[in-house]
């Protein structure tokens, strides 16, 4: 796509400078340019060129395996995947149409099958550095690390200066706890493409987990001025104000991240933390309650719901959430103790159930009154 849009600027450019330098042409030839924005160009108009073609010949595999190739670019995952289907149907034996479906598996999250059409693809004869990226990212996916190295190994041995090869070796190793190695390679990916938003948010979220807010709010800021609303980038910026104990420049940005991406379930706890601190219970409780729908087992979090909630007075929902950490801590008696107190209080009663609350009575009176 990109290379279509320059390929559609130079003939722009280029029809500009061949009437500039026809200032002396004949008045019978008038100056013609092209509207650029009727140029027509990209996978998706490419793969439905194709349509024609395989109306006439529909038993040639060949003329499928390209459709699916522009289909997949264009983002038509479903459509491609047909297609390539439909190629390997009439030919099983191109390893590149196998590489094609293997594409189309991974984007289709589809891992396990995507590294069996990768496998096929090579057994088939394809070979190609992006072949190893696609089984080495899959790897990584599935967390299998060491046959992502070596994946990766093998892009790096033919293109050393591959850009994703680089990256996504860095967040190997990141996964693996070799943070020196992981920010290496992730620096380097970063220094052969400087435009990469995410590179940069990677860099900034490993620097923050291993406590270093300094270094990570440069690669935050690169990455923002790139790309101002990456909520990912937010977020690491706001982390950095937090670790530096800058609480209100990081609930700042930790609601801006919120609004941007609302399945950024760490910027919600980060705030629910931050503004439990400062007591704010009521800005704590609804991101807790949207950080707990996201990750249902986050370290502290319902504790720190039920606790907000009490606090509230909402003693009916605090003694719901209570009995659940009950359920997930069974014989605990602190929970258990809370839940009671909770359960106790939105009756309205002070908690003790030994003290009975009787009607107040008068005192006889006597017949000498």
Not at 67 to 89: C, E, K, T, W
Not at 167 to 176: M, Q, R
Request: proline share 5%; with cysteine.
């Amino acid at each position: 796509m990109g290379i279509n849009r320059l390929l559609v600027g130079g003939v722009g450019l280029l029809l500009a400078v061949g009437a500039s330098g026809c200032d002396n042409a004949p008045a019978s030839r008038p100056e013609v340019m092209v509207d650029l924005a009727t140029v027509q160009s990209g996978p998706r108009i490419q793969a439905e060129e194709l349509n024609g073609a395989i109306e006439r010949q529909p038993s040639n595999a060949s003329l499928y395996a390209r459709r699916a190739a522009f289909r997949l670019d264009a983002g038509q995952v479903g459509p491609a995947l047909a297609d390539i289907n439909q190629a390997l149907s009439l030919d099983d034996g191109p390893g590149d149409f196998y590489f094609t479906k293997a594409r189309a598996l991974r984007a289709q999250h589809q891992l396990t099958a995507a590294l069996a059409a990768a496998d096929e693809a090579s057994r088939h004869g394809f070979a190609s550095p992006e072949l190893n990226l696609l089984v080495g990212e899959a790897n990584l996916a599935t967390r299998h690390y060491q046959a992502a190295l070596d994946q990766l190994d093998r892009v790096l041995q033919q293109e050393p200066d591959h850009v994703a090869a680089l990256f996504y070796k860095g967040l190997a190793f990141a996964a693996t706890g070799d943070t020196t190695q992981a920010v290496d390679y992730l620096r380097a990916s970063i220094a052969r493409d400087p435009r990469q938003a995410e590179t940069l948010h990677q860099l900034a979220f490993l620097l923050n987990a291993y406590r270093q807010p300094t270094q990570a709010a440069v690669y935050a800021v690169r990455g923002l001025r790139l790309d101002p609303a990456y909520a990912p980038l937010v977020y690491d910026y706001a982390r950095q104000f937090e670790m530096q104990v800058q609480p209100d420049s990081a609930i700042t940005y930790y609601v801006r991240a919120i609004q941007l991406d609302s399945t950024l379930y760490r910027a919600d706890y980060h705030l629910a933390q931050l503004a439990y601190a400062k007591r704010r219970y009521a800005m704590a409780v609804p991101a807790l309650q949207r950080a707990l729908r996201r990750a249902p087992r986050l370290q502290g979090g319902r504790q720190l719901l039920a606790e907000s909630l009490e606090n509230m007075g909402r003693y009916a929902e605090a003694q719901i959430q209570y009995r659940q950490l009950i359920a997930e801590n069974p014989g605990n008696r602190h929970w258990t103790y809370k839940a009671w107190k909770a359960g106790e209080r939105s009756r309205g009663l002070s908690g003790d159930t030994l003290r009975v609350r009787l009607p107040v009575i008068q005192p006889l009176r006597t017949t000498n009154e």
